[in-house]
């Protein structure tokens, strides 16, 4: 089984403005609603992947029902603990004219001990033998900040692999129980290598994932925006140069290859192809308006050039 674990679940709203103007009065020509937060964007991908998954967390609010009325219309199983603080809202800014994306993120809902609790008897449960877990995603208030170490450690103990895509200290704690993979983005190995991020290039990439992986991390996939990708296993390091595709929206396209790392190790691809497969699956989200999940045809549609981009280095 795949689970998916999102701590501060988010309703994404998403405002398509020609020429934002900070300051000033801007008439929105476009609107768009999706039930969000990491692990649920991959929860997302994976079904559109044919791939089921059990997606839990925290929900609690008006948009409680909202979002599992969307989940049980995609078909995918889910089990959120109930919380007595709301779900927070997101809103995703796309400036058409100056190709510029803001996001305005809320910290999210406080979480009491009994909730966290609650919820650690049952993720403890559920995690068996086999299974795959996807942690990923900030945390809301009052959960500490070893939470994913926590988890990881649990899953572990049960027999399970674990996916880790975190950043700051969530990622540095979780690394502690050397997870099975992780998903930073370039800033957020940037931050975990003690490195500053405008002046990495994929030469220090490379030199952070390998100090990583002896921590005993097994595989550490960095996703670079429009300078590519880097896929560091235990058979070798992995390069790729980015898709071309038209930009509508990069919320999302992060989650798009962690779902692709689960895709890759339930069907056995090897990691050339694991790598293709990640930045077709980018690719693809980025490209689409929202956190709308991409779809199986739109990532084989870019597999052929994604393979095309990619190089063991």
Known sequence: MVITVTLNP???????????????????????????????????????????????????????DTFERELDKRKISHHFITINGDVRT???????????????????PNITSEELNSFISFYSNQCQKGDLVVLSGGIPIGIPKDIYGTLTRIAKEKGALVILDAEGSFLDEGIKEKPFAIKPNIYELSLLCGMKPEEVDEKKI????????????????????????????????????????PVKNTVGAGDSMVA??????????????????????????????????????????????????????
Request: one cysteine or more; aromatic letters at 6%; proline letters at 1%.
């Open 260 to 313: 692709a790392l689960v895709y890759s190790l339930i069907n056995n691809l090897d990691d050339m192809d694991t790598l293709s497969f990640a930045q077709a699956c980018g690719g693809a989200t980025v490209s689409l308006e929202g956190t709308k999940a991409c779809t199986k045809e739109q990532v084989e549609e870019l597999l052929p050039q994604s393979k095309k981009n990619v190089r063991r280095v």
């Open 206 to 245: 490379i030199k952070g994932a390998i100090s990583i992986k002896k921590k005993g991390v097994n595989s550490i996939l960095i996703s670079m925006g429009s300078l590519g990708a880097v896929y560091v296993t235990d058979n070798g390091i992995y390069t790729s140069k980015a898709l071309k595709v």
């Open 10 to 64: 988010a309703l994404d709203k998403t405002l398509i403005i020609d020429n934002f103007k900070l300051g000033d009065v801007n008439r929105v020509i476009g609107v768009r609603y999706d039930i969000g937060g990491k692990g649920i964007n991959v929860s997302k991908v994976l079904k559109n992947l044919d791939i089921d998954s059990l997606a839990t967390g925290f929900l609690g609010g008006i948009f409680k």
């Open 90 to 108: 997101n809103v995703k800014i796309i400036d058409n004219k100056n190709k510029l994306y803001t996001d305005i993120n809320e910290a999210g």
